[in-house]
């Protein structure tokens, strides 16, 4: 449920009397962007699995799901438990299982929750296998497949190795099927490398879910990930569903990957100033690395935001004014290096809206997203969100 103004960490009636550092949450740029996402996967009839990771919020989650059920996918066994709770039951728990955690998952199935797991080795399926024996109540996996080197899966060529997961499972677990996440696609910043890209995925876990087949075995699910790939995959034949996750914010990463404008970015983190470095071009602001992360993400890109892109309270970017630097509770805000832009004179005092590298990293960093809208200069409310493991 929306909990009003009054009830949030921040109480205030309008934008500008909020405390700082306050994340703020553009609610007409969230619907948008799941809406975006919903019609795209609905156009490529495959089922969109929004990965909840990003939001930790229930209240998000029920706009991004296509049921109050599910489908979902969660990155840790913290979320899935809050969102069981909330009445989520059909999740994938999109990491390596430690065996250690699988009594926390046949907990979740014995109370309803279908959630499955990952696999990428005959050591953890023997341990899917041995905890679904004990509890009486089979686990579902998925094979985890490494479409791009840059992470965890078997490669999509280790026939033997994929097949020795696949019946080791078969011996007391449930083998649900295949899934992928492209993170290369993350380091790209063309139509035709981020097509290639979702291609090179696809054709990932259909050959492995091939290999499943053609051992006998089910694989009923094959499923990719990235919210890049999944915008500008062309052909999705042979896959079941999708898990993007930053689509539902967007960020300065994605804005230079060109999944999205910064215009499109829902997320952004309210500061103050609280002095000047005339000498130096400098703003000081109240939000650190502690209310943005250390996230550099678009260091590598095309154009380098710093920290973060400084707008007005309104949400409008500054000319080329980033935040240059961090320190625990400082930000320091300067013209991007060869510009020939100006610092704008705000006093100490005036408030900055701060667009954020990773939007996953920053919101991290906060209780609860302060609502706001375009054109407004009101809260329209605030939603938790929660942390751990």
């Known amino acids: 449920m929306q909990q009003s103004a009054d009830q949030c960490a921040h109480p205030a009636d309008l934008v500008a009397d909020l405390d700082t550092p306050s994340l703020l949450l553009d609610e007409g740029r969230l619907d948008a962007n799941l809406a975006r996402m919903s019609r795209r996967m609905a156009a490529a009839r495959v089922t969109l699995r929004p990965h909840l ?10 706009r991004a799901m296509s049921d109050p059920h599910g489908p979902a996918t969660v990155s ?6 809050v969102f069981a709770r909330a009445g989520v039951t059909d999740m994938i ?17 014995r109370a309803g929750v279908d959630i499955a797991v990952l696999a990428d080795s005959a050591g953890q399926a023997a341990a899917i296998v ?10 579902p996996t998925l094979i985890e497949i490494d479409c791009d080197g840059l992470r965890s899966g078997l490669r999509p060529d280790d026939a033997a190795g994929i097949v020795a997961v696949a019946t080791t499972l078969a011996q007391g677990a449930e083998l649900r099927g295949v899934l992928s996440h492209s993170g290369g696609s993350y380091a790209l910043d063309s139509v035709a490398a981020l097509e290639a890209c979702a291609e090179a995925e696809r054709a ?10 053609a051992a006998g075995l089910p694989c009923p699910v094959v499923s990719v990930g990235a919210t890049p790939t999944a915008l500008y995959g062309r052909d999705f034949t042979g896959v079941t569903e999708a898990r993007p996750g930053v689509y539902m914010f967007f960020d300065l990463v994605q804005a230079g990957i060109g999944a999205c404008t910064v215009d499109d970015i829902a997320i952004s983190v309210l500061a103050t100033v609280i002095g000047r470095q005339t000498n130096r071009g400098w703003l000081l602001v109240d939000a650190g690395w502690t209310a943005m992360s250390r996230d550099h993400g678009t260091a590598t890109q095309a154009v380098d935001h710093g920290y973060g892109l400084c707008c007005d309270l309104d949400g409008r970017p500054y000319p080329d004014l980033i935040v240059a630097e961090l320190n625990q509770e400082h930000g320091i805000i300067a013209v991007r290096h060869g510009s020939a832009a ?5 006093p100490v005092g005036a408030k900055v ?12 960093q906060h209780p609860g997203y302060i609502v706001v809208r375009a054109g407004s200069d009101r809260v329209h409310g605030y939603w938790p969100r929660f942390g751990g493991w």
């Open 130 to 139: 041995a905890a679904s024996r004990a509890g009486g109540v089979p686990v």
């Open 342 to 346: 100006v610092v704008p004179d705000l």
């Open 76 to 81: 840790t066994l913290k979320e899935a438990e």
């Open 353 to 364: 809206r701060i667009l954020p590298n990773h939007a996953c990293a920053t919101a991290a």
């Open 93 to 109: 728990y999109a990491v390596g299982i430690a065996p250690a955690k699988l009594p926390r998952v046949q907990a979740l199935r």
């Open 53 to 62: 990771k990003s939001t930790k919020s229930i209240e998000i989650a029920r």
């Open 204 to 213: 990932a876990v259909t050959t492995a879910a091939a290999v499943v087949r």
